[in-house]
């Protein structure tokens, strides 16, 4: 399929263990977003790439959430040291490059922290 | 700061009712606005857009959305509701030119058939 690409589906794994998660974008889309969604909760904006400019990074919660985008392709967020709080799905999103272009969504990872 | 207020978190209508889901946002300058659909087991897609143009935007599904710029809105209509229609609804916006989008907290609707 030709559309965004998320894994694992599921993560279980216990608190202070570091976790990564991958998006695979659709082909040619140079802006990549990356969202968290707890329980009965909206999206929340983490951070964005967009082509080769400096991502913007202003929604990462703390220094133990990082991610990392090679060219305008796979893009990684890593959580260090976990905690419960993380706990919630964390939705990967891409697009092409107008900022009023829509953005296609992956199915997310269920994140859940023991 | 930008944010995105939807008024209502649960709608439960019967089929036929008409739907309008309040959105209002807080950013001074231009914005692009977006409806989206998370049908249930589904991933989020989008319904609607504004960024210039005619105020009154026409999605998918017979849904309709328009933009009061005084009233910095984007309510988000349909005449009348199918049981398909059930699903939760995000109404987002970022700064034109910007990617830093910015989502309401969603409303979860539910038709009755």
């Known amino acids: 399929g030709a559309g965004v690409s998320q894994s694992p589906s599921n993560k279980v794994t216990e608190k202070g263990k570091d976790v990564e998660l991958r998006c695979d974008p659709i082909?040619?889309?140079?802006?990549l977003y990356w969202y968290r969604q707890r329980l009965g909760q909206g999206l929340e904006f983490l951070i964005y790439?967009?082509?080769?400019?400096?991502?913007?990074k202003s929604g990462l919660p703390s220094d133990r959430f990082s991610a990392e985008r090679t060219g305008e392709s796979v893009s990684t967020l890593t959580i260090q040291r976990t905690q419960q709080e993380d706990s919630a799905v964390y939705l990967c999103?891409?697009?092409?490059?107008?900022?009023?272009?829509?953005?296609?969504f992956g199915d997310g990872t269920r994140l859940s922290i023991l | 700061a930008q944010s995105v207020s939807q008024h209502n978190h649960h709608v439960i209508l019967s089929e036929a009712a008409s739907l309008e889901l309040g959105c209002n946002y807080s950013?001074?300058?231009?914005?692009?606005l977006f409806w989206y659909v998370q049908y249930p087991g589904q991933h989020l897609q989008l319904l609607l857009k504004?960024?210039?143009?005619?105020?009154l935007v026409k999605g998918i599904k017979g849904f309709e959305a328009e933009f009061i710029k005084s009233k910095f809105s984007f309510n988000l209509r349909k005449p009348s509701v199918q049981w398909s229609d059930t699903a939760e609804y995000f109404c987002?916006?970022?700064?034109?030119?910007?990617?830093?989008?910015?989502f309401g907290a969603g409303t979860r609707l539910f038709v009755k058939a």
């Open positions: 999103a891409s697009s092409i490059q107008d900022s009023n272009q829509p953005q296609h």
């Open positions: 082909s040619g889309h140079t802006a």
């Open positions: 950013y001074g300058g231009t914005v692009n």
């Open positions: 504004y960024f210039s143009g005619d105020p």
């Open positions: 790439f967009q082509g080769n400019s400096a991502p913007d």
């Open positions: 987002a916006v970022n700064a034109s030119g910007g990617f830093k989008t910015i």
